[in-house]
């Protein structure tokens, strides 16, 4: 069983940053590969970023690639969201998501959930 608790949301204008961190609890944070996807009102869940369990490979959604940058600290048990250049449409709630196998871009194929935190992208 791995528990994610998601914090750094907030409100931001645009073209400002916000790092998101996600926590895991137990010892095999490295054996997961980790995601990251937003789900705005009205839309469905949408992949944003994935990280393979060493952190060699990475993976972006396209409309965040370039600005977003996905990284992991397998010591602290933390995977990480830095979200830079921030737009309205970046507006959603924000999940992490582990899946004990390699990175999907895929939300069914994640096996635990955080239960998300808000960013807000004002114009």
């Known amino acids: 069983q791995v528990q994610l608790v998601e914090s750094g949301g907030g409100l931001v204008q645009a073209g400002g940053s916000l790092r998101l961190s996600c926590v895991a609890s137990?010892?095999?944070?490295?054996?997961?590969?980790m995601g990251w996807f937003r789900q705005a009102p009205g839309k469905e869940r949408e992949f944003v970023a994935a990280?393979?369990?060493?952190?060699?490979?990475?993976y972006y959604g396209h409309s965040v690639q370039g600005r977003f940058t996905i990284s992991r600290d397998n010591a602290k048990n933390t995977v990480y969201l830095q979200m830079n250049s921030l737009k309205p449409e970046d507006t959603a709630v924000y999940y992490c998501a582990a899946r004990y196998s390699g990175s999907s871009y895929i939300a069914r194929e994640y096996d635990y959930w955080g239960q998300g935190t808000q960013v807000t992208v004002s114009s």
């Open positions: 137990g010892r095999t944070f490295s054996t997961y590969a």
């Open positions: 990280i393979s369990r060493s952190g060699s490979s990475r």
